[in-house]
């Protein structure tokens, strides 16, 4: 081991590492990320230290797992998993129970309790509702508003996504201050929505590069 | 190759919903470990699995079983998830919560010294410095920053980056062979 600098290639290989390791700090991290997306080489120096690391894996004790499955499946695949109105009362019950709720997953969509003309498609919340969207259609546009929490920090933007299944992520704008109207249809049942953390301006490369920091899955009571 | 991991997740990548099932039942438990090791919080790693289980399955036809073995693969996609969340998390959060899962560090590493499979890694992690083996164990393993990292081994923050970037090249040189 010398103090000579690294090469470009070292420190490349280097950064890789880091990522892997998971040492970085958010915003580094959020720049690995993006680059991972945009240059193959990048990726497969990510791979092959994930290989590298393997043998660490042994270090993770494994624990008995809730029965989450049922809960997966319903969000996945939203229409066979779910009996008729039994599935839409459980919803119901969930949003009743508002502590259930943020201890399970920032995941709601109950549109029998809003007007029609205004349905409900999907809140994104964190886990304890300090930061929550809500997303509702409002004619032939989609409407955004910040129902808890602050915008992201000067420099920071929060970044909203729409994701079909099995598709890549398409954006629908950016999260200010004030609440977002997007001429878009309303996505269908069980797509995903989800809100990353990108630079001021959003994202340049037009996929999401930051921390994905809330989900929620598109569910239609309706 | 037998990977039975490697074949659920292709079959996951075809829409196949009963190897989903499968793959819940024999992944959830080591996943759901790294999780809660990383993540310390038992609710917020439950939540964290859901959404790990949603990610698998929507980028199931991304795995490549040349690149690696399936059971690597879903540790790579839990840890970065769980890593994602601990750094988004407000500081202060990040190192005492209220409800934490005491952390087994020692006891993970002397049993995983034990284990032929991971006996080259433990031979590397032997050439490195004990102080810096570790530093590079415990980001693994529990999702260390180098923030805390510096802190934990008092070291100024460039120091400890460049400590771990050399010590990584120089693991990477003694594993590679």
């Known amino acids: 081991m010398t103090d000579a600098p690294l090469t470009p290639f070292e420190a490349d290989d280097a950064l890789a590492a880091e990522y892997v390791l998971g040492v970085q700090d958010l915003a580094e991290r959020s720049a690995a990320e993006a680059r991972l997306r945009r240059d193959p080489i990048f990726a497969a120096l990510v791979s092959e230290w994930e290989t590298r690391f393997e043998g660490l894996n042994h270090g993770f004790d494994a624990v008995p797992a809730p029965t989450l499955l049922p809960a997966i499946e319903a969000r996945l695949f939203p229409k066979t998993s779910r009996p008729g109105s039994a599935g839409a009362r459980f919803g119901l019950l969930r949003w009743l129970t508002g502590a259930a709720l943020a201890a399970s997953l920032a995941i709601v969509a109950v549109a029998t309790f809003v007007p029609p003309q205004s349905p409900l498609l999907a809140v994104l919340a964190t886990p304890d509702a300090d930061l929550s969207y809500e997303v509702r259609q409002t004619g032939d546009a989609l409407q955004i508003t910040r129902v808890a929490g602050t915008a992201a920090p000067t420099g920071e933007v929060h970044q909203l996504w729409v994701i079909a299944p099995g598709a890549s992520p398409v954006s629908l704008g950016l999260l200010a201050e004030g609440p977002l109207v997007v001429t878009y249809p309303a996505p269908p049942q069980g797509w995903l929505m989800a809100v990353s953390v990108e630079p001021a301006g959003g994202s340049p490369s037009g996929l999401p590069t930051g921390p994905v920091i809330l989900t929620a899955f598109v569910a239609s009571d309706a | 190759m037998d990977d039975p991991v490697a074949n659920l997740i292709a079959k996951c990548a075809a ?44 980028r199931a036809g991304r795995y490549d ?39 087994s560090t020692p006891r993970a590493e002397t049993r995983l010294i034990a284990m032929g499979e991971a006996r080259r890694m433990s031979d590397c992690f032997a050439t490195l410095e004990p102080d810096r083996a570790e530093a590079v164990r415990g980001a693994y393993l529990t999702g260390l920053s180098y923030i805390e990292l510096a802190a934990r081994h008092a070291v100024p923050l460039n120091t400890m980056r460049t400590w771990l970037r050399r010590s990584l090249l120089k693991l990477k040189e003694c594993l590679d062979q």
């Open chain 2, 15 to 58: 829409q196949d919903r009963a190897a989903f099932r499968t793959l819940y039942r024999d992944s959830s438990a080591k996943l759901m470990g790294v999780l809660l090791r990383i993540l310390k919080e038992r609710a917020e790693a439950e939540d964290a699995l859901q959404e790990l289980y949603t990610r698998v399955w929507l």
């Open chain 2, 65 to 103: 079983p040349a690149k690696g073995r399936g059971m690597t693969w879903l540790i790579a996609i839990a840890r970065n998830l769980a890593i994602d969340r601990l750094r988004a998390r407000p500081v202060a959060s990040s190192d005492d919560g209220l409800d934490t899962v005491p952390d």
